[in-house]
């Protein structure tokens, strides 16, 4: 009886795998396509000076509707792309899609729009990273202030060769800020070592920052170091009034979130701009 049922129970498990492990392959045969099929698009969440309220640059961000899957989150559907290393052509579309709408908001009159581009860290590693962004900007007419480009802090574990893409990336002349500032693997040495414009202060600290002491005592300290280290400061996550105005008092200058407005497609903003 015994025998039977641990039998039984290892089937269970073993199907129960066998379904994670379909659903994640077919989720990759899909991702596959998902470029060739146009079933991936971007939407862009506005960047706000906290100080004039004004809009300054725009977040891109990755977006994937899928027949049979429906519209999959990239908090899931990143990490498959990384594993399989479809995050190289995935993110190259990204960069390119990304230059093109910045061609054609030039082109309508909108002027020179700024866009923080999310690179994940096998992107970053990539030898040819730094050759396709130049011809993109060139074939696109992009101007390098227009880009920063956002990495999060395990992009930078091998510290040499982290800092021999990111000095290439400097001398094009785009921006680097580190994502998701504080959840990774954080560490002063780089602040020291890394050529970086500005640091986001990670929504999970944002979240409660006006309840709870702890969250807040990191805000400040973040903050702190960045000024000390002539850093720009972005927090992610802001959602209400309160954080805003609270933020504002710590003089953190940059913030996005929900409260300003959620990441929304490229039409809606050329009818903004247009207004
Ligand atoms: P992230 O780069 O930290 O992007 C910020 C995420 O927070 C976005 O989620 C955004 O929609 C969400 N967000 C913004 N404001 C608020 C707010 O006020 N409240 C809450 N609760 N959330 C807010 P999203 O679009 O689902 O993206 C999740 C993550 O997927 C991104 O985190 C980034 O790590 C990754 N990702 C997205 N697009 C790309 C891409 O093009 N390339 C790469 N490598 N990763 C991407
Ligand atoms: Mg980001
Ligand atoms: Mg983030
Ligand atoms: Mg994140």
Redesign the pocket.
């Known amino acids: 009886v015994v025998k039977q049922r641990s039998r039984a129970q290892y089937q269970l498990y073993h199907k129960g795998m066998d379904k994670n492990t379909n659903e994640l392959l077919s989720m990759e045969t899909a991702l596959r396509r998902s470029i060739g099929n146009n079933e991936l698009k971007l939407h862009y969440?506005p960047q706000v000076d906290l100080h004039t309220n004004e809009i300054v640059s725009y977040?891109?961000?990755?977006r994937w509707e899928n027949s049979h899957l429906g519209s999959v989150?990239?908090?899931k559907f990143?990490p498959i792309a990384e594993e399989s290393g479809l995050?190289i052509s995935i993110?190259e579309w990204?960069i390119e899609e990304a230059c093109k709408q910045l061609m054609q908001w030039k082109k309508e009159g909108l002027g020179e729009i700024v866009l923080a581009i999310?690179?994940?860290a096998k992107?970053f590693e990539q030898p040819y990273l730094v050759e396709k962004i130049k011809s993109l900007f060139s074939e696109y007419y992009i101007n390098p202030n227009q880009i920063e480009f956002?990495i999060t802090e395990g992009a930078l574990q091998n510290v040499d060769e982290a800092l021999h893409i990111m000095s290439r990336l400097k001398k094009i002349g785009v921006a680097i800020s580190i994502?998701?500032f504080g959840t990774g693997y954080s560490s002063l040495m780089y602040l020291k070592q890394f050529p970086i414009d500005s640091l986001k202060i990670d929504?999970s600290f944002i979240r409660e920052v006006l309840t709870d002491q702890k969250d807040e005592a990191i805000v400040k300290t973040i903050l702190s170091i960045a000024e000390n280290l002539g850093l720009l400061v972005v927090a992610?996550?802001?959602?209400t009034l309160e954080q805003l105005n609270f933020l504002k008092t710590l003089n953190c200058q940059k913030g996005?979130?929900?409260?300003f407005s959620k990441?929304i497609p490229p039409v809606e903003i050329t009818n903004r701009l247009k207004d």
């Open positions: 969440q977040e891109v961000l990755l989150s990239p908090a990143v995050i993110g990204v999310n690179l994940s992107q956002e994502d998701d929504q992610e996550g802001i959602e996005q979130g929900f409260y990441p």
